[in-house]
């Protein structure tokens, strides 16, 4: 997911003398003004966690450095709001540099904000280096997460004397997950959660699994069925030099380092293909960004501009890969193995660390049971069923997945009991239908914004924002304040 999904740029080293041609280097040059401020005024600090909520007897009861950051800049002492981020799949800094809008809802309703890094991400890994070998990695799970941040608020709402601050949570994509299960969890702790992207539906195994990689055409198609086409046709040719195993051919038309040799690469060079658009169509946003890489303004356009640049469909094909995967234009070849490493959720799990917690989690609680298949979508059949997630998850984790547990755990869509949540969305989003679109009462709350991408509505006011997202964080602001009114009456009432 994420990413859900986290994907990071990674350095590669070159063998290929073939010059890759992507994008000249000026189409991603930041705005002056994209939205992230060079100081977000944030102060890193470590938080004593305990490593197993659950069980007195595990892991010696140890305990385990969290990250989390923290600015009071705003905060009415004592008195103003909580903004508390529940992190996900990731550094927490990435999330906290690429989510304006909770600063500046915070300077305006005199708000203290704390951004959480989700155990097992970034620098907050219970074990060190071994928090990824089996059995230490089995404490990687939501409900684990969950009891991180609510000891977390609890015990710096004494330690900052904030114990009369209302808190509301936010998140985006699983952090928006976290946000809704926050809520839902702990309302003792928290008033109120704005779940941005968050797929609580089709995550919990509800939904079409053809729904994803659909909606990801629908964004290209919505630009020019003609785009949607032609990378279905480049996709088709890709196949038949692979049937011929014209694997020259095939190096040389997507300057790779390494000229494929078997299905299992053709299998990967089409995830890596079908991964770069995945990515350009949840960041499909109208500035330039640096977030989960690089991305140019408006990238889908881009995008389709490239593809329908010349008659080669095979070449437009890779420089349209090179939108994600050679933002900086530096790379000469692409390395398969390298920039996309292939997983338990076919949206992508990014690199590094962070991309084997995802996977882990992906072979537990999180349904990403995702296929495209060349008919509702414009991609190579490439289905990831239910059987095949389980010989992958018990072959990489030796664990079995729990289909419906998510459901069971946080409700899904038996949310008629919740109350003070919104649920945004953008359509352009391929997340956004695998959430909650419809209000389902007058404090369960969907917005849905017309021209958003992934959690749009959490990033900072831009001078390119569209009117839909304006009126979003607007929205958002209102219920927001109302919400911590009422948790401020409610404790009057009982104190």
Not at 168 to 193: D, E, H, Q
Not at 315 to 331: E, K, P, Q
Not at 458 to 482: C, F, G, H
Request: glycine share 8%.
């Amino acid at each position: 997911m994420r990413t859900i999904l986290a994907f990071s740029t990674v350095t590669v080293t070159l063998f290929c003398a073939d010059v890759l041609h992507s994008l000249p280097y000026s189409h991603f040059q930041s705005r002056k003004h994209n939205g992230v401020k060079a100081d977000p005024q944030f102060t890193e600090k470590y938080f004593s966690q305990t490593v197993d909520h659950f069980n007195f007897n595990s892991m010696g009861n140890g305990s385990f450095n969290q990250r989390y950051l923290i600015t009071d800049k705003y905060w009415k002492k004592g008195y103003g709001p909580i903004f508390f981020y529940t992190g996900n799949e990731g550094d927490i800094w990435e999330f906290a540099l690429n989510s304006g809008f909770i600063t500046e809802l915070a300077a305006q309703q005199g708000a203290l904000v704390i951004f959480a890094e989700h155990r097992y991400y970034g620098t907050s890994l219970p074990f060190g280096n071994d928090s990824f070998n089996i059995p230490q990695i089995g404490l990687l799970t939501v409900e684990q997460a969950l009891a991180d941040y609510a000891i977390m608020i609890t015990e710096l709402k004494l330690q900052l004397g904030a114990t009369d601050s209302p808190v509301v949570v936010f998140g985006g994509s699983y952090g928006g997950m976290l946000s809704v299960y926050m809520r839902l969890k702990y309302p003792n702790i928290v008033a109120g959660a704005l779940a941005a992207s968050a797929p609580i539906l089709s995550t919990a195994g509800l939904g079409d699994s053809r729904q994803f990689f659909r909606d990801v055409t629908a964004d290209f198609a919505s630009v020019a069925s003609e785009c949607r086409d032609a990378v279905r046709q480049a996709f088709h040719q890709l196949k038949e030099l692979a049937e011929q195993q014209d694997y020259s051919r095939i190096q040389s038309e997507f300057a790779l380092c390494k000229p494929p040799s078997s299905a299992q690469d053709i299998h990967q060079l089409n995830g890596l293909l079908r991964n770069g658009f995945t990515l350009m169509a949840m960041l499909d946003y109208p500035y330039s960004t640096h977030f989960m890489g690089n991305m140019p303004a408006n990238p889908v356009q881009v995008a389709c501009k490239t593809m329908l640049g010349g008659s080669n469909l095979l070449a437009n094909l890779r420089d349209t890969a090179g939108i994600v995967y050679n933002s900086t234009g530096l790379l000469t070849c692409f390395d398969l193995y390298s920039l996309y490493v292939e997983c338990a959720d076919p949206t992508g799990c990014g690199l590094g660390f962070n991309s084997q917690a995802w996977d882990y989690q992906a072979c537990t609680e999180i349904e990403l049971c995702y296929e495209s298949n060349n008919v509702t979508d414009m991609f190579p059949p490439m289905p990831f069923t239910e059987r095949e997630r389980e010989v992958y998850c018990s072959k990489r984790w030796a664990v079995v997945p729990r289909p419906g547990w998510l459901k069971i755990q946080f409700w899904a869509d038996a949310l008629s009991t919740a109350s003070n949540i919104i649920f945004s969305n953008g359509d352009l989003d391929p997340w956004a239908n695998g959430g909650v679109r419809k209000s389902l009462s007058s404090s369960l709350v969907a917005i849905n914004i017309s021209e958003g991408a992934h959690h749009l509505d959490l990033r900072a006011s831009n001078e390119a924002d569209p009117v839909s997202v304006i009126k979003a964080r607007k929205r958002e602001a209102e219920l927001i304040t109302q919400w911590v009114e009422m948790e401020r009456r409610r404790s009057q009432k009982f104190s």
